[in-house]
């Protein structure tokens, strides 16, 4: 049989429905310009189709809801914290962990410990904007070293995630390894497009990083996003099943920091994890000054049976396909009206590329960020910038230095929207593609100094300047 569609099916049915509404667009207009035009001061409720993140935003499973409600809740000894401890050690293969409320307490914990003196070195293949900033709160040094592809928004290519091997061992050679308490490798890539990770790099970086006695450790956020596309595309792998690929991936590393938020699919938790069992001791006596008792962290105990329910179904093969052919579904459609994307498309998003959709605004006029406060206003729906305004830095000298990429990320939720959402989506940023000479960008008028994309400020500029 022929179809006009060739959808891969979503692999569940719906059980529970949110009501969503679209408000009228001078509604719209008129909030984006009350709240500064940044998407995240809107409320919910001001939002039709809310493509923010992929974070703490899917539709959990009756068989977690379940597990929820039957775990027992307690202070110490809780059963959920066994049932996680079981998954971990059964899907990442770590011998120890502990829980944290989300991911980036498990860095907090992770940079503290092992960051020991000012001004030592994070290599990352791109750390992600709380990585970077736990890092710089403990006065260590980010490093991005991802191979130049990265850069190449348009250039179709399999692992534009990895690490640029060869880079990272200048890099310790140059600074010399005593100067390096970790490398981190971070699967899929987020900031360059939610791009994945090969099997082969995770080994070379593993093997560096162990040739010079310095630990590895993954920000698996998107462990099993990432293992899919191991499957898909990288040579060998296309017999194994998503466990199998998950285990080895994990089995390079010394440690993982995680937040169950994506692939555990639940709406807040994360973890730290290790096979050392002196470091494990260090995280869990931070843990219990700032997080909680180990056996709940930074979370109630029901919180701990959804991420470990969540964990087991993010590894199942066709959940992971029909995901991707959702993300697909939504790349292709940009991509065939020419609307120019990071391609290949992402794990977890499609990310538009702001510079190249609106060649007509300089760094300093937030093309991406216009493009996604334009694309509320016109549709009620929420992308987010992941450019000038979130990873943008300013010189010494006071000027603005931009982002090497300038993206708008049209993250998708798991398991929330269906492939007519997704359509309305493409629909609306090709339409905004169509008249996108009529953008006029944004002037930055407030802006804290650490993570300041979620709190900053900006005024439209007038058409004529
Ligand atoms: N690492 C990566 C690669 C991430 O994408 C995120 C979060 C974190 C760490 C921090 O985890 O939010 O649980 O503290 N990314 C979300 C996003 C916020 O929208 O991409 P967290």
Redesign the pocket.
């Given at each position: 049989m022929t179809s006009p569609f060739n959808f891969t099916p979503e692999s569940y049915r719906i059980k529970t429905i949110e009501k969503i509404e679209l408000k009228p667009r001078a509604y719209r207009e008129k909030r984006i310009g009350e709240v500064g035009y940044n998407v995240f001061m809107l409320d919910i409720d001001d939002i039709f189709i809310d493509l923010l993140?992929?974070?703490g935003t899917s539709a959990m499973s009756d068989e977690q809801w379940a597990a929820m409600l039957t775990t027992k809740q307690a202070y110490a000894g809780s059963n959920s914290y066994r049932l996680l401890d079981r998954a971990v050690k059964e899907i990442f293969g770590f011998e120890h962990f502990v829980p944290t409320h989300?991911?980036?307490a498990a860095?907090h914990i992770l940079f503290s410990t092992i960051i020991t003196k000012e001004g030592q070195y994070v290599p990352n293949n791109t750390h992600?904007d709380?990585?970077e900033a736990n890092v710089m709160y403990k006065k260590g040094i980010p490093m991005n070293l991802p191979v130049e592809e990265a850069y190449q928004p348009g250039k179709v290519s399999d692992f534009k995630g990895n690490m640029d091997t060869n880079k990272l061992e200048n890099f310790i050679n140059e600074k010399g390894p005593e100067n390096i308490p970790v490398v981190m490798l971070?699967i899929t890539n987020?900031t360059v497009g939610g791009q994945p990770v090969s099997m082969k790099n995770i080994r070379k970086v593993s093997e560096i990083a162990h040739d010079h006695k310095i630990p590895m450790f993954l920000?698996a956020?998107r462990f099993a996003e990432n293992a899919f596309f191991i499957k898909e595309r990288e040579p060998g792998y296309r017999d194994k099943t998503i466990r199998e690929i998950v285990k080895e991936e994990f089995s390079y590393a010394d440690g993982c920091?995680f937040?169950g938020?994506?692939e555990a699919l639940t709406n807040i938790g994360?973890m730290l994890c290790t096979r050392d069992k002196e470091l494990y001791e260090k995280f869990r006596n931070l843990l219990v000054v700032i997080e909680g008792f180990p056996t709940y962290g930074g979370m109630a105990c029901r919180e701990l049976a959804a991420m470990a329910v969540g964990l087991h179904e993010s590894t199942d093969y066709d959940y992971q396909k029909a995901r991707h052919a959702q993300i697909e579904f939504l790349a292709d459609s940009l991509d065939k009206q020419g609307v120019p994307i990071v391609k290949p498309a992402g794990g977890h998003a499609v990310y538009v590329d702001g510079k190249e959709f609106l060649p007509h605004l300089t760094p300093d006029k937030f093309p991406a960020q216009s493009l996604t406060a334009q694309l509320y206003i016109e549709s009620g729906i929420r992308a987010?910038e992941l450019g000038n305004s979130c990873f943008g830095k300013t010189g010494d000298d006071g000027n603005f230095i931009p982002a090497k990429l300038d993206l708008m990320r049209l993250?998708i939720p798991r398991r929330r929207y269906t492939i007519s959402h997704l359509a309305y989506v493409a629909d609306s940023v090709v339409e905004l593609y169509e008249q996108r000479d009529q953008i006029t960008g944004l002037k930055r008028v407030y802006a804290p100094k650490l993570l300041g994309h979620f709190l900053s400020r900006f005024e439209p500029i007038p058409k004529n300047i």
């Open positions: 993140t992929d974070s989300q991911g980036r860095e992600f709380t990585t971070t987020n920000d956020c920091t937040s938020k994506k994360g987010v993250a």
